[in-house]
């Protein structure tokens, strides 16, 4: 087998159950997780671990302009009645 092909099959085989915990526990450090989301999800490891870092970049990402929608719209609407409140 080639050195290419060999390389392919490395990013190409499924993460066993231990690669899989090391790659959860690395996720749940604050900062360190966030930096190793871009470092796997872009990076040219592991096909699976590349695909759900990006998966958690993505939901991450609408999460935030979710949160970023609800922020603004209720909280106008707050700004909009404590204003009308000290008219009264």
Not at 17 to 27: K, R, Y
Not at 56 to 78: C, D, K, N
């Amino acid at each position: 087998m080639s050195e290419m092909t060999q390389t392919q099959d490395n990013g190409q085989k499924p993460m066993s159950v231990g690669e899989w915990l090391i790659t959860l526990i690395v996720l749940a450090l604050p900062l360190i997780g966030l930096i190793m989301l871009f470092v796997w999800g872009f990076g040219s490891g592991n096909i699976n671990r590349r695909n759900y870092c990006r998966a958690t970049l993505v939901f991450a990402l609408i999460i935030v302009a979710l949160s970023l929608v609800f922020l603004f719209v209720f909280g106008g609407m707050a700004a909009l009645m404590g204003h009308q409140g000290a008219q009264i």
